[in-house]
């Protein structure tokens, strides 16, 4: 099983980024995908979920409004659009799968991959 995460780099505040997860070795289309993130001395994070059909999707309270996850099954990709960013969305962000639908919790979720990181200046 390998999550590839990419897309991540600096930005102004304001700005947007579109981070990318390619997903390999387990049948994609039937996983809940998610994002974390991590600030540097702080709790990793939910910050995003989409359920497998992609019907459904869930968001922290912190970047509703300002972020969109969507999936391609057709590619094994889960997508994360961040717009209107801010400083404190500056994180290592982490892709991962869940068997769970509508899954937001980090003990939920089985596979990892390793992080991508995101600076937004000020």
């Known amino acids: 099983v390998q999550l590839q995460a990419s897309g991540g780099g600096l930005v102004q505040a304001g700005g947007s980024l579109r981070l990318s997860c390619a997903a390999s070795?387990?049948?994609?289309?039937?996983?809940?995908m998610g994002w974390f993130r991590q600030a540097p001395g702080k709790e990793r994070e939910f910050v995003a979920a989409i359920r497998w059909s992609g019907g459904s999707e869930y968001y922290a309270d912190s970047v509703k409004g300002r972020f969109a996850i969507s999936r391609d099954n057709t590619k094994n990709t889960v997508y994360l659009q961040m717009n209107s960013l801010k400083p404190e969305d500056t994180a290592v962000y982490y892709c991962?799968?869940?068997?769970?639908?509508?899954?937001?919790?980090?003990?939920?979720?089985?596979?990892w991959g390793q992080g991508t990181q995101v600076t937004v200046s000020s």
């Open positions: 991962a799968a869940s068997r769970r639908q509508g899954a937001t919790m980090q003990y939920e979720y089985t596979y």
């Open positions: 070795g387990f049948i994609f289309g039937s996983w809940t």
